[in-house]
């Protein structure tokens, strides 16, 4: 799994830190998506997939 | 579709005797209908959209305006404020939308929301130690709404904002006939003036001595700057005012009320409390207390659902129905506080313009919620659910007062 991330998209809604926090945090300055890992293991996989789909401003890219 | 016959009034109340169910009407429109055109009080009319997915759709697409001066958007029958007042960034499209949401998204991040998480404890303790302190509780029973439900997340907003408590009873009045779908315009506008007048005062004040607190750094990072201006840093307060407390203590008071109406599912909560972030979820679905809206205007042609929606025409879009849609969430008229997907709700709206301060609100509806269940777990209403009075006249639905005793 390989995660592409739109920052300009992002609306800092935070749902993705909350469901995949080993995944995704945000910035201290502006509250928008940083990646904490780009190539998460297996086990993250359910939790980012679902980040994705509830992320409101589709900013969350996901390449299997 | 037929074009002989008025098309019927935006649906807004709930069916007699079921103050938890949405609108009558969704449900059908969502099997027969899904893009169906609604009147509005004016006599003019918009599309009313009810399916989840088409409501996604509309949310996530750009090309439907959230700008209320843009030609065609619905104002009818909303409510919050004129068309041409500073209308703050919700009432915005990008670009300008983003600036300025960004101007404020850090304050609300997760990590920032969740240190305040045992402030938020400290206070719900200190509430309802109050209200077990509270004579006469066993007689004529205590007003959750007042106890509980409404000074916490005021406090914390204002708090946050910078906003002296003290003025509660002022702002609160005032956004209450704010948000009253019953009170004629001119009052409502007249509250709207006060209102900002109120803030202007206040950040006028905070101008001179800005303080650590959200109205402070936008004086001093964002209008000292030159980015934004006095009437902006206003909107800012007027906006986070209003979104920081009537919707989370409306969802306080029904969520208290479904459970001490289910009992299981509050043992249920008071068993397994690593329940409640996904109670809260559930919680947040099934009540969907915005009940008029959002609202969007077209800027080009559209297709939803094979419907042509032209340029200049507005939509309604009915999150209370797609919380309910049947082709998203099985069974969706149960509480099921395990539902697995409970948290595609769009409760909060989606695209860009998700609420901001969902962080907050759920910190305040995880603590709240679970610390009534702990405390009093013998509450229960005073009167039978017919006589509470539910906001059937409000923008956000909930209860008037919630009498209760232990």
């Known amino acids: 799994m390989k995660i592409t991330l739109d920052t300009d998209k992002c609306c800092a809604a935070g749902q993705c830190v909350l469901i995949a926090p080993e995944v995704f945090d945000q910035r201290d300055e502006d509250g928008i998506v940083v990646l904490l890992d780009d190539a998460p293991p297996a086990e993250q996989h359910d939790a980012v997939r679902e980040a994705a789909a509830i992320c409101p401003a589709a900013a969350i890219e996901i390449q299997a | 579709m037929t074009v002989s016959a008025a098309p019927a009034p935006l649906p807004v109340q709930p069916p007699n005797g079921c103050p938890f169910e949405p609108p009558t009407a969704f449900?059908?429109?969502?099997?027969?209908?899904?893009?169906?055109?609604?009147?509005?009080?004016?006599?003019?009319?918009?599309?009313?959209?009810?399916?989840?997915?088409?409501?996604?759709?509309?949310?996530?697409?750009?090309?439907?305006?959230?700008?209320?001066?843009?030609?065609?958007?619905?104002?009818?029958?909303?409510?919050?404020?004129?068309?041409?007042?500073?209308?703050?960034?919700?009432?915005?499209?990008?670009?300008?939308?983003?600036?300025l949401r960004r101007m404020v998204t850090r304050e609300f991040m997760v990590k920032r929301v969740e240190a305040l998480r045992p402030g938020i404890q400290r206070l719900t303790d200190e509430l309802c130690d109050a209200m077990e302190r509270a004579e006469g509780h066993e007689q004529g029973g205590v007003d959750l709404v007042e106890a509980l439900a409404l000074p916490v997340p005021s406090l914390v907003i204002s708090l946050l904002l910078g906003v002296p408590y003290d003025d509660h009873d002022v702002f609160q009045r005032l956004t209450g006939t704010l948000l009253s779908r019953t009170i004629p315009d001119d009052e409502r506008e007249a509250a709207r003036v006060e209102l900002r007048d109120?803030?202007?005062?206040?950040?006028?004040?905070?101008?001179?001595?800005?303080?650590?607190?959200?109205?402070?750094?936008?004086?001093?990072?964002?209008?000292?700057?030159?980015?934004?201006?006095?009437?902006?840093?206003?909107?800012?307060?007027?906006?986070?005012?209003?979104?920081?407390?009537?919707?989370?203590?409306?969802?306080?008071?029904?969520?208290?009320?479904?459970?001490?109406?289910?009992?299981?599912t509050a043992e249920r909560l008071r068993q397994e409390p690593g329940l409640i972030r996904g109670a809260v979820e559930e919680l947040l679905r099934y009540h969907s207390i915005i009940r008029n809206g959002p609202r969007r205007v077209a800027t080009a042609d559209v297709e939803i659902d094979g419907h042509l929606i032209r340029a200049g025409e507005g939509v309604v879009v009915a999150v209370a129905s797609a919380n309910r849609d049947e082709r998203v969430f099985a069974e969706p008229d149960r509480?099921?506080?395990?539902?697995?997907?409970?948290?595609?709700?769009?409760?909060?709206?989606?695209?860009?313009?998700?609420?901001?301060?969902?962080?907050?609100?759920r910190v305040e509806l995880q603590v709240v919620i679970a610390t009534l269940l702990r405390r009093f777990p013998t509450m229960r209403p005073t009167v039978p659910v017919e006589e509470i009075p539910f906001r059937t006249d409000m923008t956000i639905y909930g209860c008037h007062a919630l009498p209760v005793t232990w």
């Open chain 2, 27 to 99: 449900a059908a429109l969502r099997t027969t209908e899904p893009i169906s055109k609604v009147s509005l009080p004016d006599g003019s009319w918009a599309w009313l959209a009810t399916r989840y997915g088409d409501i996604r759709a509309i949310l996530g697409d750009p090309r439907f305006s959230s700008d209320t001066t843009v030609h065609g958007y619905p104002l009818s029958g909303m409510t919050g404020g004129a068309p041409n007042a500073n209308r703050g960034f919700i009432r915005r499209d990008p670009p300008e939308h983003t600036r």
């Open chain 2, 335 to 361: 509480l099921d506080v395990r539902r697995p997907n409970a948290q595609h709700h769009v409760a909060f709206g989606y695209g860009v313009h998700q609420c901001l301060g969902q962080a907050l609100a």
């Open chain 2, 198 to 264: 109120y803030l202007d005062r206040l950040v006028t004040a905070k101008e001179a001595a800005p303080g650590d607190d959200i109205l402070g750094r936008l004086i001093v990072e964002q209008q000292r700057t030159g980015e934004i201006t006095h009437d902006d840093v206003t909107a800012f307060a007027a906006l986070l005012l209003i979104a920081g407390h009537e919707t989370t203590a409306n969802m306080i008071g029904l969520s208290a009320l479904t459970l001490m109406r289910d009992p299981e």
